[in-house]
């Protein structure tokens, strides 16, 4: 059978968009010789700022689980007055440029405003530490977490917990025994995709915390002071670690869920 | 006893206006209503799963109204099953008796039971996924009954079943009401269902209910016209049943067939049964002649009551026939019906 015209626009746009992804990565990811790898990962301030992007990264989508859990279950299973509204509110920080983030925290967190002056009165300083990298990750990470587990939460049918609550069980043991165990995966997938998103923050976090230093943040110093050749193994070593984080992604979210 | 008192509920887009139903214990209560007519809103609300504006839900001495659904024992059956796919078959069975102080011996018991009368022995260690409509629902049943609910609430339980499976679960509720003093109310759109299972019923309609009674009056006497359009079947009897005939009061009439799944109704359409001035010399088996006592008006139809030995027959007439038959209250008249356009159950 000859092909449409239409078909070879499609697979012509497909290998475009293909390449214009993977070239740069590629070029990135084999420009740095493994001596030069090697030598990268012994450097300290290297380890130390991989881990703290990592552990900060990792703290802010563990908030977004602690608090983020229950959000999600109201917005899958009520309606109630405001709610579309209450959906744009948690969209806001995607759709917010990155510097105005960290503009807009330090505003709340600065000395002219209460939340900030009882803050340094508790002693907890925001401005250039890992609480202040933290808050900051947590803000953009927060809507991919909730997103996601709502979908997943929207995919449990609420006749599920109707029948649990009639055979006996409480709103609490039908959560653990029934819905927690039908949502986990979603969790799991929102805390990767959470976690993904604050792992790459940069412009946010530069302005609320240059030091202590993250891998971004790092990356663009050594950019700015010694040039491509010396911010690309820590790059390298940023994305090796991204990848990581998104081949576990694939396969939680390709693995069929049992279905009812 | 079951009773509902003045019952309201408002919810978005939708409300049911002042039910009251009286459900005796251990009966077979149906709802029945067109799509939409409330009847899920109603089950949840007795089961506490949906709030309730105002009135009462008593469940044998206890009013309920207000109680948490876990507090309530009743257990609900949906169409689509509602099975916990991350469980087998003996642990969705078991589930609820992990919230009912029981002991383990008596589980086992009942667990045992459960597996026996609904034939899942076989199936324990599956998961839901590996389960045919008919022994998810089965599975389903055995979940709501394992916990000795006093009232359970069937959703149209059978409706996504194929037609096999049906009349498979159909038989095993009949056999679990039988063999418990559990107090069953079904939701069904299906007649058949409703005259092989139930003794009494309510129907439904945009929030409100219409008329309850027993089956047979409520198909025999409709009492709003939304009922008598909503059953249909106009013509329908309590019939004994000899060889191949039927006997109504002391009419009889003839199957042509050995009466199938009998539990004694015949039922005809109304527009089955044609009228003629004389007797009809064809292939229609069953042919009478009766006295009209009625003639209304049906919009495009006229219905026309006939009664023989008083037995009373509603024929669908177009008008054109009306006047061409010159039909009249009080005038004799023939009517015939084939065999193949009766109905048993």
Redesign the interface.
Known sequence: MKREPFFWVTISCGLVIMAFILLPLIELMTAPSVSMLKETIKDKDVVRSIWLSIYTAGSAALISFVFGTPLAYLLARS?FRGKRLVEGIIDLPIVIPHPVVGIAILSVAGKNHWIGQLFSELGIRIMGSVTGIIIVLTFVGLPFYINAVRGGFESI?P??E?????????MF?TFF??TF??AWRSMLVGIIMCSARAISEFGAVVIVAYHPMIAPVMIYERFEAYGLKYSQPVAVWLVFICLVLFLILRMLTLRKP??? | MITVEGLNISLPGFRLRDINLSIKENEFFILMGPTGAGKTVLLEAIAGLIPVTSGKIIIGKNEVTRLSPEKRDVSIVYQDYALFPHLTVQENITYGLHFHRIEKHQAEKRLNRMLEILNLSPLQDRLPINLSGGEKQRVALARALIVNPRLLLLDEPLSALDRGFREEVRNALKKLHQSSNVTFLMVTHDFAEALSLAERAAIMDKGRIEQTGSIEDIFQRPGSTFVADFVGMKNLFAAQFRDTRAIIKNLEVELGRQPINSHGYIAIRPEDIVISKEALHSSMRNSFLGTVIGVFDQGFYYEVHIEVKNVIFKSLITKRSLLELKILEGADIFFSFKSTAIHNF
């Open positions: 309606e049918s006749r599920l109707k029948v649990s609550r009639s055979l006996g069980a409480s043991t025994r029934i165990p039908l049992k279905e009812a």
